[in-house]
């Protein structure tokens, strides 16, 4: 069983189209996340939902929306396509929430590869 | 700004050896550091956790030291085997965290 698994694994699309990754865990945490990682392997958060609530929202533009059904999904839209989306960008999730104070481990799942033609 | 690293790209170290990967970082109020490993094609994956009021934490062939007064931590492995080569991140979360801060990232590459 796959704890965290998101969909697709690779995704090459055109400039200017929109696209969508979902992603979902089965170890019944309570806070998901949205990472990207660039060509040189830095990670950044984007987005982090705990209980279906958007806790997070960096820096990003608003081209790219997540979307929390239930607290065991966490799915990531982004419109309009740009070459400078084409990242790896990974779902995680982890037990406890932000409002702690701080987040035990994450749990990442196998990353989906977006390439911007 | 916030940042976490030190910009060593690349470790290569002969098996059998024990390999040290540094990070810095920046916030002197941090609480909790993780060690993540990623291999090719695949999410990082937890390898071991300190927080501030320890200095050292040792794992099954993993040690993680962290030094406060000059803000460094380090990821020591015993015995490196190929199955070490990876990407290796550190995170600190401050102590009222927002969320996981990442540093750059050091590549270790085993060799044989």
């Known amino acids: 069983d796959t704890a965290v698994s998101q969909t697709p694994k690779y995704l090459v699309t055109q400039m200017g189209n929109d696209k969508s990754i979902k992603c979902e865990q089965n170890?019944?945490?309570?806070?998901m996340y949205w990472y990207k990682q660039d060509s040189k392997k830095f990670l950044k958060i984007m987005f982090s939902?705990?209980?279906?609530?958007?806790?997070i929202n960096e820096t990003v533009p608003n081209r790219f929306s997540p979307k929390s059904p239930d607290k065991a999904h966490l799915n990531l839209h982004i419109n309009s396509l740009e070459l400078g989306d084409s990242a790896v960008y990974f779902c995680?999730?982890?037990?406890?929430?932000?409002?702690?104070?701080?987040?035990?481990?994450?749990?990442f799942g196998e990353g989906s590869r977006l390439t911007v033609l | 700004g916030e940042s976490v690293g030190l910009h060593l790209p690349t470790l290569s170290v002969q098996e059998g050896d024990n390999s040290i990967i540094n990070c810095a970082y920046s916030?002197?109020?941090?609480?909790?550091f993780i060690w993540y490993k990623q291999e090719s094609g695949k999410g990082p994956q937890f390898i071991i956790d300190?927080?501030?009021?320890?200095d050292k934490r040792q794992g099954q062939r993993v040690t993680v030291l962290l030094n406060k007064t000059v803000k460094h931590l380090s990821l020591q492995i015993a015995a490196t085997q190929p199955g070490d080569s990876a990407v290796y991140f550190c995170?600190?979360?401050?102590?009222?965290?927002?969320?996981?801060?990442f540093g750059p990232g050091t590549r270790l590459s085993v060799l044989p």
């Open positions: 916030n002197s109020a941090s609480d909790y």
């Open positions: 300190i927080r501030s009021n320890m």
């Open positions: 995680a999730s982890s037990q406890a929430g932000l409002a702690g104070g701080y987040t035990g481990e994450l749990f």
């Open positions: 170890l019944g945490h309570d806070t």
């Open positions: 939902y705990n209980n279906k609530e958007l806790i």
């Open positions: 995170a600190e979360i401050p102590f009222y965290g927002q969320n996981f801060v």
